[in-house]
């Protein structure tokens, strides 16, 4: 049973207590100032005791950087590198603002000036919205646990994304950038480029994973580089897990790669001068980024021959689920949002196949058939 009763602390002053049961069982209490405020709050815990959805009012009392440790230590099936980089945005965006607030105090605009106030500091809109995520990500599990009736991170502004064109190289332009390279990773970039395989993939393939009889790189580990240190973890998805066919001309260049390199302790067959694996950072300061100012130019990333590939596969009218399947994608839909206007060509191309009905008598003659057929079939003819 629930009950009001009237207080009076010893400065004087008077409040009236909310009594009532929480669904355990326990006696709950809390003052208001007002005793129309505590019976409308009797009635709101009494609906939702009947609806289920009963919170109890000191769980929101955690601050959110006590209760950020225990929800993403139970996060699992992270890679090593979003571990990291989660931590990094917990620590230098999200706890300077929240760590000390109750997650029952966080409102939508305490999120809000959150966000305005990183977009004002410079903060790249991209930044903004993993650190959004994150805390988003842990307010729900708040949500979950039943800490909090519900999120803040709903319906905030948040910046948007300029998406800058995505360089695409033309064979010639990939036999400039390969030759300019130091010779050791001229076969990297031109299996880049005809694989649509992502650098972290290349550099974690070792001889088990290659299959030249078969054409074929089996893509099953990638290799990152956390803190410093060099880590194989999975794939990202499950698609991503595949095995990638290789041009008939490819293994060739692999091979010539592997007898002037020879694979290191590891099997690895892109390997640093020492033997050892390629470390993506020192490799793009170092190699790549001198080889494109003497080559094709900037801006051009290594993940850009990744869309060069995707490029060259539509050029020569590849369905796009064969894409989405070599470049690991989950769904066709990412092919289409990404690379759809690359089709417009093969569009045209589609349309001009397309002949007159009056100018086309072998239409006319399969559209008669059918029609014959059907007639038969009714006894007509």
């Not at 977009?119 to 919205?129: F, K, N, V, W």
Request: proline share 6%.
């Amino acid at each position: 049973m629930a009950s009001i009763r009237k207080v009076t602390h010893r400065s004087g002053r008077v409040s009236w207590q909310a009594r009532w049961r929480d669904p355990t069982g326990a006696q709950r209490s809390k003052n208001f100032r007002r005793r129309i405020d505590a019976e409308r709050f009797l009635i709101t815990v009494q609906a939702r005791k009947l609806a289920g959805t009963y919170i109890d009012p000191q769980a929101g009392r955690i601050r959110l950087g006590d209760f950020a440790r225990q929800a993403t230590a139970g996060w699992v099936n992270r890679r090593d590198s979003t571990k990291a980089r989660d931590e990094s945005y917990l620590r230098s965006l999200v706890l300077p603002t929240f760590a000390e607030m109750p997650i029952g105090k966080i409102g939508l605009f305490d999120v809000q000036e959150w966000v305005n106030d990183l977009d004002a500091d410079g903060y790249a809109p991209a930044t903004i919205r993993k650190a959004y995520q994150l805390l988003a990500r842990i307010l729900n599990d708040a949500v979950k646990g039943g800490l909090i009736a519900a999120s803040p991170c709903q319906d905030v502004d948040l910046p948007k994304i300029e998406h800058t064109e995505k360089r695409f190289l033309s064979p010639d332009e990939i036999v400039l950038l390969a030759d300019t390279i130091n010779p050791r990773y001229r076969a990297l970039v031109i299996t880049a480029a005809y694989t649509g395989c992502r650098i972290g993939e290349l550099i974690a393939l070792d001889v088990d994973r290659y299959q030249p009889d078969q054409r074929i790189f089996r893509i099953e580990r990638s290799l990152a580089e956390v803190r410093g240190h060099l880590r194989f973890g999975h794939p990202k998805t499950a698609a991503a897990r595949r095995a990638v066919t290789l041009p008939s001309w490819l293994p060739a260049v692999i091979d010539q790669h592997l007898a002037d390199y020879p694979p290191g302790p590891d099997g690895l067959l892109f390997t640093a001068p020492q033997g050892g694996p390629i470390r993506r950072n020192a490799f793009r300061s170092r190699v790549w980024l001198p080889a494109v100012a003497d080559s094709v130019g900037q801006p051009m990333r290594f993940h850009d021959l990744r869309h060069s590939h995707v490029a060259l596969l539509i050029a020569e009218g590849a369905h796009p689920a064969v894409i989405a399947s070599r470049l690991g994608h989950t769904s066709v839909k990412t092919v289409l949002d990404v690379y759809g206007h690359l089709y417009q060509g093969l569009d045209r191309n589609a349309a001009d196949t397309l002949n007159p009905p009056w100018d086309d008598p072998d239409v006319d003659a399969m559209w008669t058939r059918r029609n014959r057929h059907r007639d038969q079939g009714r006894g007509l003819a």
